[in-house]
């Protein structure tokens, strides 16, 4: 029977075609249902599979681990070290003294052979010469054979002595010739020969330096006033003295 009205022609068309739109469906739906189920049994079988390997993997580590650790390890302990022993000590030397050396025995001494004495004949005394006095001792010292003393005579000590100078020290003049050199000090070596009252006769330069200095120093010595030598009694005589060293300085 067909509709009278238009609206309900209307409806009865919307409601067929989504009759048709759900027959469509279903088979599209089903298939998506049963992929959904075939993966959710794919991954139950996997997970129900591989469980009980992690589950014995699980409890094989852990085994291993509690091994480990319960395992006794033994540790080498090395002994201690000694240390290097000390060095002997090195023997005192010995000094062996040797023994003093056994005096020789003495040789057998030889009998006394007894010579004949013969006649001696004059003793040649030519080099020797006695004093004779008229002394009935000797009363020692210095013998004389005209000597009348009753003690003993020594010798007395020597007097004898050289030139030497009055003064410790005497200073001569500068001679001109070396006024304008760079000279300050020169020495001049020289003998002198004294009389017996100390004047200088004359002298002698042994050492010039030149320049003048030898003159000066000969004219110097005629004016100075020496000590004559002695001899051995202590009386003055004429000597030559020792070598003098004249210094000159400005």
Known sequence: MMPSEPTALFETVLADRRSRRMRDRLPVH???????????LGLWHAAS???????????????????ELNAQVPIAIEPPTEPDPEPPPKPKRVVRRKAAPKPATPAVAGKIISVEAKPAGPVDLTDNTFIIGNSKTYVGGITSSKGTGKKPTMDRPSLARPVNLSANAWRC????????EDIYEQFVV???????????ENAKVLTDPGYGFGD????????????????????????TSPAIRVRFTR
């Open 190 to 200: 020289l003998r002198v020969v004294v009389a017996a009252n100390g004047k200088v």
């Open 173 to 180: 003049e500068w001679p001109l010739s070396a006024v304008a």
């Open 30 to 40: 089903g298939l998506a249902w049963l992929i959904a189920v075939a993966v959710h």
């Open 49 to 67: 599979r591989t469980e009980p390997s992690l589950e014995l993997w699980s409890a094989r580590m852990a085994t291993l681990i509690h091994e």
């Open 216 to 239: 000066a120093a000969v004219g110097c010595a005629l004016r100075t006033r020496f000590s004559p030598a002695l001899d051995a009694n202590g009386n003055p005589i004429r000597a």
